[in-house]
Nanobody, 116 residues
Framework: QVQLVESGGGLVQAGGSLRLSCAAS????????MRWSRQSPGNQRELVAT???????YYTDSVKGRFTISRDNAKNTVYLQMNSLKPEDTAVYYC??????????WGQGTQVTVSS
């Protein structure tokens, strides 16, 4: 069983910054990819950023240049540094990982609210 514990969400003014963290524990042999997704009311869940085991990254267009995903392999932890936040970034942010068997494990989500 795999557990993902997220932290770092909160309320911030537009233009501000937040850093999300997600620590994975449990029966993990290896992790192929670590990702952040988000979902706001009335919208589908959206993939925000991915970091692969080799270190390459992917960002959705709306966050490029503002968000940075990183990982600490020794700690099985993924981070999302969010700068220049906008009200439209308001959502519940979910961490998820893809393990060596391509199974996806999800965190419980953390709320990010950006006020204008």
């Amino acid at each position: 069983q795999v557990q993902l514990v997220e932290s770092g969400g909160g309320l911030v003014q537009a233009g501000g910054s937040l850093r999300l963290s997600c620590a994975a524990s449990g029966s993990i042999f290896s992790i192929n990819a670590m990702r952040w997704s988000r979902q706001s009311p009335g919208n589908q869940r959206e993939l925000v950023a991915t970091i692969f085991s080799g270190g390459s990254t992917y960002y959705t267009d709306s966050v490029k240049g503002r968000f940075t995903i990183s990982r600490d392999n020794a700690k099985n932890t993924v981070y999302l540094q969010m700068n220049s936040l906008k009200p439209e970034d308001t959502a519940v942010y979910y961490c998820n990982i893809v393990d060596h068997l391509s199974r996806v494990h999800w965190g419980q989500g953390t709320q990010v609210t950006v006020s204008s």
